[in-house]
């Protein structure tokens, strides 16, 4: 039976690092402060904000939560964007995606101050993430992928690890993070040829797709170590990741569960981002 990797150890362990530093804020006076914006109802956005909310309450951070209409045009959010980036009392921005089709997200990132994007979603940020230096944070899910594989004693370092997905959310920037790692990284898409070859090899297959029970026995080989960083909302609506978990657990060395693995660690991962910027710019 494989070992179940859950994300509530591991997020419990950084918020208790976070709270001394959040105390140290709350003594000069910052409360640190999120500003949550939303466009539409879609069902993934909606949950990821009652979980950030959760998760701020847990800590005491403030958070103000911004919603905007399902047919807003790019300006709107462009607008919205400027005016968070403006006020000092907000140190932290969660733009929640996907966003409708009619957005531009190039247009609406680029109003985003890097020094608030504690998702990682403008230019700047990810020119961070590549380069490794700059303004702007690393997205939080990858950064919760390492703290997962941290606590439990996984290491990257000569590890071979697939990755499902080519995101610039997931999968892009963990697969630098984990180079940097010393893993030997392989991205697979939808136009890769045998993705079972490419997941069986690896010695750590992470799955962000966003495609239900995409990863079945069929795709991976006994001992390896499963990552389940997807969400999608079903039928039964119930958030499901890529992993058919069930069918795995019997087969894998080990596997993050959906719900209860890696999303409990992005968003502490998120307030811990926030908990900088107050802390670099009070």
Same mark, same amino acid.
């Given at each position: ?206 799955? +962000? #797709?966003? /495609?239900?029970? %995409?990863?079945? &026995?069929?795709? $991976?080989? *006994?001992?390896?170590?499963? =990552?389940?960083?997807? @969400? ?10 890529? +992993? #058919?978990? /069930?069918?795995? %657990?019997?087969? &894998?060395?080990? $596997?993050? *569960?959906?719900?209860?693995? =890696?999303?409990?660690? @992005? ?10 910027? +107050?802390?670099?710019?009070?």
């Amino acid at each position: 039976m494989s070992e179940i990797l859950y994300g509530g150890p591991v997020a419990e362990r950084l918020r208790a690092e976070l709270r001394e530093r959040i105390a140290a804020l709350r003594a000069r006076g910052v409360r640190p402060c999120l500003a949550i914006v939303r466009v539409g109802e879609e069902p993934v956005s909606l949950s990821y904000e009652r979980a950030m909310l959760r998760a701020c309450e847990k800590l005491g951070t403030a958070v103000r939560c911004v919603q905007l209409p399902a047919d807003c045009g790019t300006e709107t959010l462009e607008e919205t964007l400027r005016a968070i980036s403006a006020d000092r009392t907000v140190h932290g921005c969660l733009p929640l995606r996907p966003l409708p089709p009619q957005i531009d997200e190039a247009r609406a990132w680029a109003a985003l101050s890097p020094e608030k994007d504690v998702d990682g979603v403008t230019d700047a940020s990810l020119r961070r993430v590549f380069v490794g230096r700059g303004p702007g944070f690393c997205p939080c899910t990858p950064e919760a992928v390492l703290e997962l594989l941290a606590y439990y004693g996984i290491s990257p370092d000569g590890a071979r690890v697939s990755i499902i997905g080519r995101s610039l959310v997931v999968g892009r920037p963990l697969a630098l993070l984990l180079t940097v790692r010393n893993a030997t990284v392989t991205i697979c898409h939808t136009h890769t040829r045998d993705l079972g070859a490419a997941c069986r090899e690896a010695d750590i297959l992470v799955a +962000a #797709a966003g /495609d239900p029970s %995409l990863v079945t &026995a069929e795709l $991976i080989r *006994p001992g390896q170590i499963i =990552v389940d960083v997807a @969400t999608s909302v079903g039928a039964d609506g119930k958030l499901h990741g890529d +992993a #058919a978990f /069930d069918e795995l %657990l019997p087969i &894998a060395g080990a $596997i993050s *569960p959906v719900p209860g693995g =890696v999303g409990a660690i @992005t968003t502490t991962v998120m307030i811990r981002h926030v908990v900088e910027a +107050a802390e670099k710019h009070t």
